[in-house]
Each structure stands twice: as C-alpha cells, then as structure tokens.
C-alpha cells in the first residue's frame, strides 16, 4: 500500500478525515494526496486565467489544512482537478497509481439522514480503487478484528483482496467472516474462495434479507474495529445504483468500512 488519495470537501471534519489518513498512511510508509476538485466552465467570461486563479486558490486552501494536521513525516502532495471527482480520480490513479481512498461518509453533503453522501456515493459506485470511510470523529486505533460480510464468496480477482490482507498483517488482526444466505441464493454463492479462506479465522454462516440485517444480528458479539464488505452491484450498497447517496436508514457504521471493489458484475 504506496499511494493513498484523499478527497477533500468543504465538510467540516475534513482534519479529522486527513488525520486519519496520515496516521493510516504512517502505519505502510505509504505517501498522501490531497485532492480538490473545482469546476469551471470553459464558457466562464471575463479573465482568461479563472481557472488558474481557482486552482491557485484551492492548492492554498489544501496547504491551510495540511498544516493543521501531524504529519508524522509522511509526504502530503497536493492534487487539484477541474471537472468532476470520479473523473479527477480516475486521472490520478491512472498517473499515480492509487491503492486507497480515505474519506468520510458524506463528504460535501450535509443532510444528517445520510450515511454515503452524494459525492462519497459516486466515487463508492462508479470507481475500482478500494475505499475506506472513516465516520466523524474517529482516531486510528489498531485494527484487531475484523468483520468480513458478504452474499457471495466468489471472487474474480485476487488481488481484490490485496487491502485487506495488507491491513490483516499489520496488525495481525483477526478476519472473521460473515457469509449471509439472502432469499434467492445459489449454491455458487455459498462458495468461498481460498484467498478468503485463507485469511479466515472464524466463519459464520446466516440466513437475512439482506448483508446487513446479517451485519447488525452479528456485530455486537463480534465487536469489530473495521467493517469489510464488497463493493457489487447487486450487493452491500445496491441502492447507490439506483441513486448516489445510502440513506442510515439502510446503512448505518459507527466504525470504519472497507469497501473493496470489484469489476461489474
């Protein structure tokens, strides 16, 4: 784990959001990039130089809460885009290489009846790089045990799982696994993968109507730091394809969630 971006919105936990990262990326040696985006339109009158001016402006916004955080020796880099942030993101991992994203649940979305915000829904949805959303107010701490869920436990990438096991090994955490028979499941589906088995410290298996009514019957017991789950299109957070945002109503995490991302299905 080399390269991790930061998105950065104008939600006030922002610090908070980048500290985390910091203190996550000293844990991997891995480096930072602080990202903003801007949108200026090509048919924007009067000066020439707007663009440059906003990207200026923004550069000198990011060094402002750059400085505000620890940086435990790790190196920050600034990274500006004018145009949308799935396609801002996408053009840095397709220059850099990116091997997470760190970001809060709402990002530049304020309503409180919203766990994944419009922005951190879209980049959720409509990007391969794994994500980590971190909840307001949380400090790294060492990522013991962790909570793996999903419908199926087929995977068609290995390295889908490469995040995961970089996090299992430093901390030498235990990864229990949390297979949920949902209605209309295949005998495929309750297949696991040997990577997944592999890591495997404990395996439980239930029957719910969804992954996470199967997330709350078994959180409690299992009293994990960090919540893993896949990113499909017909799994976790299947209403981010019918709109960008997942209401708490749906999904609710007091701890950080690790999205892992896998091609469409």
Request: aromatic fraction near 6%; include cysteine.
């Amino acid at each position: 784990m080399l390269n991790i971006l930061v998105p950065i919105g104008v939600n006030p936990d922002s610090t908070a959001t980048l500290q985390y990262a910091v203190d996550f990326a000293a844990e991997f040696s891995a480096k930072i990039y602080v990202m903003e985006v801007f949108n200026v339109s090509s048919k924007t009158g009067g000066l020439s130089n707007v663009s440059e001016k906003v990207a200026k402006n923004s550069k000198e916004k990011l060094r402002e809460l750059i400085e505000k955080v620890n940086s435990k020796n790790i190196e920050i880099k600034i990274a500006t885009y004018n145009g949308d942030i799935v396609d801002g993101i996408k053009d840095v991992d397709k220059e850099l290489g990116i091997d997470l994203i760190v970001i809060s649940p709402r990002s530049n979305d304020i309503k409180e009846e919203l766990y994944l915000g419009n922005t951190t829904g879209k980049i959720v949805k409509r990007t391969d790089i794994p994500t980590l959303v971190v909840p307001k107010g949380t400090s790294l701490k060492p990522l013991k045990n962790i909570l793996t869920a999903f419908k199926s436990g087929v995977l068609k990438r290995k390295r889908i799982l490469d995040p995961l096991l970089a996090i299992q090994k430093k901390f030498q955490a235990k990864v229990n696994l949390l297979l949920v028979k949902t209605p209309g499941y295949t005998d495929d589906d309750l297949k696991i993968d040997t990577a997944l088995m592999d890591v495997c410290s404990n395996l439980t298996i239930t029957e719910n109507a969804t992954t996470y009514q199967g997330v709350l019957e078994h959180f409690q017991s299992q009293k994990p730091d960090l919540l893993c789950v896949f990113r499909r299109k017909r799994g976790f957070f299947k209403s981010l394809w019918e709109k960008n945002t997942v209401p708490k109503s749906e999904f609710y995490a007091t701890v950080p969630v690790l999205v892992l991302s896998v091609k469409k299905d």
